[in-house]
C-alpha cells in the first residue's frame, strides 16, 4: 500500500542548532514530492517540488533533497519563525484516485 | 490575489443538520480538491474536481457531495452530520490533476455535536 512516513512527529531545536526531517514513502511510481510548511491555523504553504532521485532544492534556511526511497528537509541554523508543522506529500504515477499521499507531518518549534 | 478562499471559517452543527462550504480560487487552476485534515492523520482527500464539469471520489468521500459550480468554484455539502465529520476541511487547488504543487485555503473548522 502507498504510504508516507514522516519522522520524527515533533523536534524542538535552539535558535541556530541545523537539523533534518525525514520523509519516507513507498509508492510504485514516484511523479513528484512536495514540502508543504503549515502553520496554525492555516492552510498547508507550498514549499518545494522534487521530481528525480539527486535532485535538491534551497529556499533560505531550508534545502530538500530526494533519494530513491526518502526525501530529507534540511534546516540550517533556524529562527524563532521556522517554527511550524513540516508536511511531506508524494504524487503517485496511477491514476489511482488519491493524487497525492500526505504524511502526518513534524511540528518543529525553535526556541530562541 | 486572492489564492483560494473558503467560507466559512467556523461553523458548528447538531447531527443530523446539513451545511455547504464553499471555496473559490482565482488562480483559473483547473483541478480543485477537498481535503479534510484530523489529529494524527495526514489530509485525505474527500471529493476532487480535475476540470469544470467532472468530479471523483478519493479516500473518504461517504457522508459527503461535491459541486463543481464553475471553473473557479468546487463546494462540499453535509447531507446529514454526524460527529465523526469534526474535522479541519481545507479546500486547494492546482493547474491540472496529474502534475504540479497544491495551493489550499486558510480551512473551514466544523464541529458536530
Known amino acids: 500500500e502507498d504510504q508516507v512516513t514522516q519522522s520524527p512527529e515533533a523536534l524542538r531545536l535552539q535558535e541556530g542548532e541545523s537539523s533534518s526531517l525525514n520523509c519516507s514513502y513507498t509508492?510504485?511510481?514516484?511523479?513528484?514530492l512536495f514540502w508543504y510548511r503549515q502553520d496554525p491555523g492555516k492552510g498547508p504553504e507550498f514549499l518545494f517540488t522534487l521530481y528525480s532521485a539527486g535532485e535538491e532544492k534551497e529556499k533560505e534556511r531550508l534545502k530538500a533533497t530526494l533519494t530513491k526511497k526518502e526525501s530529507f528537509l534540511h534546516i540550517t541554523a533556524p529562527k524563532p519563525e521556522d517554527s511550524a508543522t513540516y508536511l511531506c506529500?508524494?504524487?503517485?504515477?496511477?491514476?489511482?484516485?488519491?493524487?497525492?499521499?500526505f504524511g502526518t507531518g513534524t511540528s518543529l518549534t525553535v526556541i530562541p | 490575489n486572492a489564492g483560494v478562499t473558503q467560507t466559512p471559517k467556523f461553523q458548528v452543527l447538531k447531527t443530523g443538520q446539513s451545511m455547504t462550504l464553499q471555496c473559490a480560487q482565482d488562480m483559473n487552476h483547473n483541478s480543485m480538491y477537498w481535503y479534510r485534515q484530523d489529529p494524527g492523520m495526514g489530509l485525505r482527500l474527500i471529493y476532487y474536481s480535475a476540470s469544470e464539469g467532472t468530479t471523483d471520489k478519493g479516500e473518504v468521500p461517504n457522508g459527503y457531495n461535491v459541486s463543481r459550480l464553475n471553473k473557479r468554484e468546487f463546494s462540499l455539502r453535509l447531507e446529514s452530520a454526524a460527529p465523526s465529520q469534526t474535522s479541519v476541511y481545507f479546500c486547494?487547488?492546482?493547474?491540472?490533476?496529474?502534475?504540479?504543487?497544491?495551493?489550499f485555503g486558510e480551512g473551514s473548522r466544523l464541529t458536530v455535536l
Open positions: 509508492v510504485s511510481g514516484l511523479r513528484g
Open positions: 506529500a508524494v504524487q503517485a504515477e496511477e491514476n489511482t484516485g488519491n493524487q497525492f499521499y
Open positions: 486547494a487547488s492546482s493547474v491540472l490533476v496529474s502534475a504540479g504543487e497544491l495551493f
